[in-house]
């Protein structure tokens, strides 16, 4: 049966959208990584704890038997209070920046005293402590402070040197309030993808998950590295990351299936209604491969509009056009795997892949977009929200209870 997505409008302004994967939840009923074996205590060994160190260490505790899912509870608590500590220091960092540039902003207001002192300084009386001037707007008489000792050509000369100094001052501080804002939005998809992980009884991927998200916060100086061969490791991530950013780029070849050096680790898969593939980003690594590796021309990309949600891409043969039936699916996906997956009905931006790009400068996962549309996506009709009430039901633990 054919399904008319909820398309609402059109839009070219370009928009950005965050990227962590700015919540998981029970696994498809098909997930990628299905199948796979635990690690073995000999391939545990093998990969010790790289970057993030605890977490690596939590992977062998929680499938070697010796831990349980409070491990994993502790260390997705650990991150949780360090993303809250920077976002607790970023947002003092943008409200400062919108204070200066408020009162940068008064520039034209200052300038326009100093005009006024210029045009009315022949009323000046030697030796007063103010001066009488004419608003040039409205006509009315008001008097400004003048230095009986100096003047009112030079109060005139010190507020106009004051009104360039403010000037300069909105000019420098506005590029640091957008990298700060972008910063905060970054900061948002990463707090998400934490949220979004289950109690750790979802399984091998879930711990993985989280120790991607250790690993990211490491190269993003949030947490420090540790444990042995830390800092080898940081630099290993950062040569492997070297054509990141392009779409179309082929991520980096995984050393070992079902380890945490496997990119599908960071992405969940469904299955559309008519039998394609559509991929869900589980994390700030997944969703920007979702978004600049993996998605092609002739995909069709999804995300929830203002606000943290997982990138999402239905997959297409070249020449394909996706059926309403499919566009509905995946926007109800992108809707549920978001922030916003309390709502009844969420706006969802779609575009072709080609549309999305990584900004200059960008944390990981985070894109700009130059064309999309929106249609409705619905969280409580998703396959993944049958699933988490399927499991709900039966007792498991979700990201939601």
């Known amino acids: 049966s054919n399904v008319e997505p909820k398309i609402m409008s059109t839009l070219s302004a ?25 690690l073995s205590a000999a391939s545990r060994a093998a990969n010790p704890a790289g970057a993030g160190g605890p977490v690596g260490a939590l992977f062998a505790e929680v499938y070697g038997g010796a831990g349980d899912a409070d491990v994993f509870r502790r260390e997705k608590d650990r991150l949780l209070q360090a993303v809250g500590a920077a976002v607790k220091k970023n947002r ?9 540039i408020a009162e940068a902003e008064a520039h034209e207001d200052v300038k326009t005293r100093a005009d006024e002192i210029m045009a009315y300084q022949h009323g000046y009386r030697q030796g007063a402590s103010a001066l009488t001037v004419y608003d040039f707007e409205t006509g009315e008489a008001k008097e400004i402070p003048i ?36 910063e905060a939005e970054y900061l948002e998809q990463v707090e998400f993808s934490l949220r979004e992980l289950s109690s750790g009884r979802g399984g091998k991927d879930d711990v993985l998950a989280l120790e991607e998200i250790n690993a990211e916060l490491v190269d993003a100086r949030l947490v420090k590295p540790a444990g042995k061969g830390a800092a080898a490791e940081i630099k290993r991530r950062e040569r492997s990351s070297g054509g990141k950013g392009k779409r179309g780029g ?74 309403d039936e499919d566009l509905q699916y995946a926007a109800d996906l992108a809707a549920f795997h978001s ?12 575009t072709s892949p080609k549309f999305v790009r990584k900004p200059s400068g960008g944390r990981t996962g985070m894109v700009t977009i130059d064309k999309e549309k929106v249609m409705l996506g619905m969280p409580d009709a998703s396959e993944a929200a049958a699933e988490e009430a399927s499991d709900r039901a039966a007792g498991k633990k979700t990201a939601s209870s």
């Open 147 to 182: 230095d009986a000792l100096k003047g009112p050509v030079a109060a005139a000369e010190a507020l106009y040197k004051k009104a360039r100094k403010q000037r300069r001052t909105a000019g420098a501080v506005e590029p640091l309030l957008e990298a700060a804002s972008r």
């Open 339 to 350: 922030k916003l997956r309390t709502g009844g009905k969420v706006d969802v931006s779609f």
């Open 250 to 323: 082929t991520p980096p070849k995984p050393k070992k299936k079902g380890g945490r050096d496997d990119p599908m680790i960071n992405i969940r898969r469904y299955v559309a209604p008519s039998g394609k593939e559509v991929l869900v980003g589980r994390n700030s690594r997944g969703n920007e491969a979702v978004s600049l590796s993996i998605g092609k021309d002739q995909d069709v990309w999804f995300h929830v509009r203002g606000a943290p949600g997982a990138h999402v891409i239905l997959r297409q043969q070249p020449g394909q056009e996706a059926s």
């Open 14 to 38: 370009a928009g950005w959208c965050d990227g962590g994967g700015q919540l998981l939840l029970h696994e498809p009923a098909d997930p990628i990584g299905a199948g796979r074996t635990p």
């Open 92 to 100: 003092q960092k943008v409200n400062s920046f919108r204070r200066q």
